[in-house]
């Protein structure tokens, strides 16, 4: 089993400075997107927005699914430090205790409520408008 790479904070920034790479942190694991830029279905500009940043709270706002999580393995080349690390668990602990969940369980909940809502809207309108 290979050993894993550690980064100080400020090598990642300088890596992003001299080479016009795009590396993140996230969780305190550090990626290589570079490869990914293209492919990343909210456009380049945000990544290269995080790039040689911790990136982890514009990740978990986004509300990341558990395919694209997965998909960050490839791209992962390293983890920080101890001493350049955050502490993330507090965030971490929102979305793993949902590890159990499948993504459409996800996206059920994602709909369901917006959904909801709006028939409840149609019916108050038609109710308030028929009298």
Do not use: C
Not at 37 to 55: F, I, M, R, W
Not at 74 to 94: A, C, F, M, P
Request: aromatic share 8%.
């Amino acid at each position: 089993m290979s050993e894993t790479k550690l980064f100080r904070m400020e090598e990642v920034k300088q890596k992003v400075k001299e080479t016009k790479s795009t590396w993140v942190v996230i969780h305190n694991a550090v990626y290589d997107l570079t490869e990914f830029l293209n492919e990343h279905p909210g456009g380049e500009e945000v990544l290269l927005e995080q790039s040689g940043k911790d990136a982890t709270e514009s990740f978990e706002d986004v509300g990341h699914s558990s395919d694209a999580r997965d998909m960050m393995k490839k791209y992962k080349i390293g983890e920080l430090v101890e001493e350049d690390r955050v502490n993330t668990e507090k965030k971490t602990q929102s979305w793993d205790s949902k590890a159990g969940s499948s993504s459409n369980d996800n996206n059920w909940n994602a709909w369901l409520i917006p959904v909801v809502l709006a028939l409840a809207a149609v019916v108050v309108v038609k109710f308030l408008f028929t009298q």
